[in-house]
């Protein structure tokens, strides 16, 4: 499947500044971490949904309806606030791959 097709219809797309919705999302994710935002029902996402190796420098926050996008999404918000990965669904193997590359493991 191309990427288009798991990209959310609506809301802020990779590349775009994180907005402040719901109200103060953009001082949770302030500092020199990576965010993985997770948006939808929580019982839609494992409990440990990082990697062992992506563990350090990178939060999660469970968004649950309260978010910038509809239904069940998940985005990875870098550092300086804009947004690096985003796509639909609960399959995380994007999400791995991205942070494989940008952000390798130590080993």
């Known amino acids: 499947m191309s990427p288009a097709r798991h990209r959310p219809r609506r809301g802020p797309r ?4 994180l907005p402040d919705t719901p109200a103060g ?3 949770r994710v302030a500092g020199p971490d990576y965010h ?3 948006t939808g029902p929580g019982h839609a996402w494992p409990e440990d949904p ?3 190796g992506h563990r350090d420098g ?3 926050h469970r968004l649950g309806t309260q978010s910038p ?6 985005a990875l918000v870098r550092p300086d606030g804009y947004v690096g990965y985003l796509s639909r669904g609960t399959d ?6 991205h942070l494989d590359h940008w952000l390798p493991a130590a080993p």
């Open 14 to 17: 990779a590349g775009d500044r």
């Open 69 to 74: 996008w509809p239904g069940i999404t998940h």
């Open 36 to 38: 993985l935002l997770l």
């Open 58 to 60: 990178v939060s999660v």
């Open 25 to 27: 999302l953009q001082r």
């Open 50 to 52: 990082l990697p062992g």
């Open 92 to 97: 995380l193997t994007g999400l791995r791959a």
